[in-house]
T-cell receptor
Framework: SQTIHQWPATLVQPVGSPLSLECTVE??????LYWYRQAAGRGLQLLFY??????ISSEVPQNLSASRPQDRQFILSSKKLLLSDSGFYLC????????????FGPGTRLTVL | TQLLEQSPQFLSIQEGENLTVYCNSS?????LQWYRQEPGEGPVLLVT?????EVKKLKRLTFQFGDARKDSSLHITAAQPGDTGLYLC??????????FGGGTRLMVKP
């Protein structure tokens, strides 16, 4: 089964600073990959999804961007962070199996001060 | 208005009690999933329900899909502290994209 790695686990950044969060996937090839953001204790909001290298779709207009430079690497970035960018960021991979399941990484907790 | 409305938002109960949480929508779905998320971790799939009226059991957890496939419920019997977490329902849109409900945060006190 798939394993998803995310780093860093936690991050505290000042407003206006850049951001780069990385997600890598093991145990599968050519996966669909997703970035979600979660407000404290609430549901997940889909930010970006990718069906292949260099293919990125955005679900909501925002201060963030995503890139997929390799098949199993998905990066979330920002040039200048806003206070509203704080949250729990989760990377996910679609299983492609009969369970039709999304596997999630351990997440990155971002605090913008 | 969210596609999936979950209720209650928060639930705090004593160990041994029973509880039911709900996931409602005005839309019809081909399937619906329930995930559980523990603090500081990503959600983990519990079950997928597909057929209207379907009931699935996972140990002390019972999941039901509404007859019209617009809603679902999760019932936990004799809740334990290990059941504490955020319970999320979700449905797939086109392109294997999941839409999540707002979640029910459950706390089971020993």
């Amino acid at each position: 089964s798939q394993t998803i790695h995310q780093w860093p686990a936690t991050l505290v950044q000042p407003v206006g600073s850049p951001l780069s969060l990385e997600c890598t996937v093991e145990g599968t090839s050519n996966p669909n990959l997703y970035w979600y953001r979660q407000a404290a204790g609430r549901g997940l909001q889909l930010l970006f999804y990718s069906v292949g290298i260099g293919q990125i779709s955005s679900e909501v207009p925002q201060n963030l961007s995503a890139s997929r430079p390799q098949d199993r690497q998905f990066i979330l970035s920002s040039k200048k962070l806003l206070l509203s960018d704080s949250g729990f960021y989760l990377c996910a991979c679609h299983s492609g199996s009969y369970r039709n399941e999304q596997f999630f990484g351990p997440g990155t907790r971002l605090t913008v001060l | 208005t969210q596609l999936l409305e979950q209720s209650p938002q928060f639930l705090s109960i004593q160990e041994g009690e029973n509880l039911t949480v709900y996931c409602n929508s005005s839309s019809v779905f081909s399937s619906l999933q329930w995930y559980r998320q523990e603090p500081g971790e990503g959600p983990v799939l519990l079950v997928t329900v597909v057929t209207g009226g379907e009931v699935k059991k996972l140990k002390r957890l019972t999941f039901q899909f509404g007859d019209a496939r617009k809603d679902s419920s999760l019932h936990i019997t004799a809740a334990q502290p290990g059941d504490t977490g955020l319970y999320l329902c979700a449905v797939y849109n086109a392109g294997n994209m999941l839409t999540f409900g707002g979640g029910t945060r459950l706390m089971v006190k020993p």
